[in-house]
């Protein structure tokens, strides 16, 4: 071989070389793809962000974000998953991540980044919700604690502290009810924020076993049912919520405790991004109070993690973004700023609000987490519940949660109207509990104020001085009273006329029962207190058998140990069914009217007008066929 030749080969070698080191270092990097879950812009520009960072720290990869909506993701995932579109996919855990696992469809993570780095900074009561057979499937980044966010000015002003326990915070519920104040705003318009009652109501009436028997359609037993409609009920016989007919945003309730309208709210710790630094030592925080003050309950605590489709075509790159996503800066930067807690052991709570601190620190105390309830069941058998707990809340009885666990009935949507924003022009009206007629009258006045551009919520109460109480603190008048009722406040006022004429029945188990005068100082069954009647008890010299609700008083009735109550028109054509043996007589027939607070005096004329005028059109009659008054 000739010198020119070997120089020639030498020369082509070297370029070949030189090209191939070039190519190398100019190699186009491989595109990833990342699907998150973002609520609003703040959490849309805290990811981009971060994956931007990531990014400029490497050159081997580039990380491609799209956003979507909560919706929005959970009806794509099952196709992104089979096809491999995304390489890392924001998700949840509990049985969102359980039906996944089962199907096959995840790359467990472990097999991507070594276990003694999960386990250094991914806390282990977190990877405990993602470990599967011994492998853990998915990266958690973030949780959040569940439980009542409170007017610290109302707790303030009348000496009120946290509750350690249930008995506690009925106890705080009775202060408050009793100085007018609605102990409860709930969340309710879209659903889910209600199912965080079934979470802690089972917790505290039977533990894990018991919560994860009612994520199950209709496996709960008959005295676990019992138990938590019982505990809830409570909080319904008193008429602890505040403005139960209408529907709240969780954004909503936040406000209407700024506004001190009521003093709490069972709500995630994703309210604190509705918390301006301003209004900070406005609003506080406790976790939900056990019935056993000195036991150790499980917390409710939503996770968010980060899963590998197994149909992802780049597993061998998602190693690098993994580690970068697992490290306690990138972590606390994230889960911070998107306004949830950073999952690595070591964080203590640096930068967080009061508010926060006292979450992180009892669910860094549990030795268990549990998913929030719609995370950790099926979707229609939760939206059931929802609306079971929305209906119970309404109606001011539990009979519909009652069905909804059973799996007996299936409840649909209260249909009650959706205001994105709060009414500016709220009026709060005060009523009595234990008469169905209440709500045909709050339909009735809803539409009557709408024509005048207000929108209607109703709190109830079931004594009298505590109705009237509810004036001092800003109460704007009184459902449905009788006439009789003139005289009780000098802050009310009548309006002239009336919104229904009803009767009040004596019922009793048998004709010959209901035939002549009552013997004397016999019991008579009570839920309503009517004053119209006062006369009618000395006359017959009854005695009066108080109930907190109406079904309860009818329970006791059909059980043979009440012999006669009182119920109104529209309670008697509710339980008609279950009084068709019994007998009954007309106590009184009278009209029922509205009254206003003097503040609203200018109002009067313009409310009795059209409380006239909507009298005379289909809806009302409508409505008193509804409410069984025809």
Known sequence: MNITTSLFSALILCLATMSLNFSTVHAKPIQLSVAVLAINKQQISLFAEQFYHFNNLQSDVVIDVDFFSDQGLKSKLVGWLESGKYDLIHWQAGKRLDDLVVQELLLPIDTLIDKKILTKNVSSQLLDSVEYNGSYQALPFAYYPWGFYYSKPVFSKHGILPPQSWSEFLAICDKLKKLGIAPLVQANQEGWPLLGWIDFLALDNGGVETRQEMTEFASAGRDSITRVVEQFSVLLDYGYFFAPDHSWRWEQAITLL????????????????????????????????????????????????????????????????????????????????????????????????????????????????????????????????????????????????????????????????????????LLNF??????????????????????????LSVTR??????????????????????????????????????????????????????????????????????????????????????????????????????????????????????????????????????????????????????????????????????????
């Open 461 to 630: 109460y079931k004594n009298l001085s505590d109705s009237l109480n509810s004036y001092k603190y800003g109460a704007d008048g009184e459902l449905v009273r009788a006439a009789v009722f003139n005289g009780q406040s000098e802050d009310l006022i009548q309006v002239p006329e009336p919104i229904v004429e009803s009767t009040i029945f004596l019922v009793c188990h048998t004709k010959q029962a209901c035939t002549g005068k009552l013997s004397p100082q016999v019991a008579v069954g009570t839920s309503i207190e009517i004053l119209s009647i006062e006369d009618w008890w000395k006359a017959e010299k009854a005695i009066k058998q108080d109930y907190v609700t109406t079904s309860l008083m009818l329970q006791a009735f059909m059980a043979g140990q009440l012999n006669y109550m009182i119920l109104t028109a529209a309670d008697m054509a509710a339980y008609s069914g279950q009084l068709s043996s019994s007998s009954f007589r007309t106590i009184l027939t009278i009209p029922f009217y509205h009254f206003i607070h003097k503040k609203h005096q200018s109002m009067l004329r313009d409310v009795n007008q059209g409380l006239k005028d909507f009298k005379q059109t289909p809806a009302y009659q409508d409505f008193k066929t509804r409410y069984w008054l025809n």
């Open 430 to 455: 005060t009523s009595f509990t234990g008469s169905r007629g209440t709500f045909f009258v709050s339909n009735v006045l809803s539409e009557v104020y709408k024509k005048l551009g207000y929108s």
């Open 258 to 425: 700024l506004r001190q309208q009521a003093a709490m709210s069972l709500i995630g710790q994703f309210a604190e991004s509705e918390i301006q630094a301003e209004h900070n030592a406005q609003i506080g925080y406790f976790p939900f109070p056990h019935s056993q003050a000195n036991r150790e309950y499980p917390k409710v605590a939503p996770i968010d993690l980060f899963l590998v489709p197994l149909a992802s075509k780049n597993h061998e790159h998602l190693s690098s973004l993994l580690h970068f996503l697992a490290q306690p800066e990138t972590n606390k930067a994230l889960a911070s700023g998107i306004g949830f807690l950073p999952v690595y052991p070591e964080y203590d709570g640096e930068g967080l609000s009061e508010r926060a601190l006292i979450g992180l620190q009892s669910l860094q105390k549990s030795s268990q987490l549990v998913p929030f309830f719609d995370r950790d069941t099926e979707e229609k058998y939760a939206t059931n519940l929802a609306n079971s707990i929305a209906h119970s809340i309404l109606n001011g009885e539990a009979s519909a949660l009652e069905g909804a666990l059973s799996g007996h009935d299936f409840v649909n949507s209260t249909n009650q109207a959706l205001d994105y924003v709060l009414p500016e022009k």
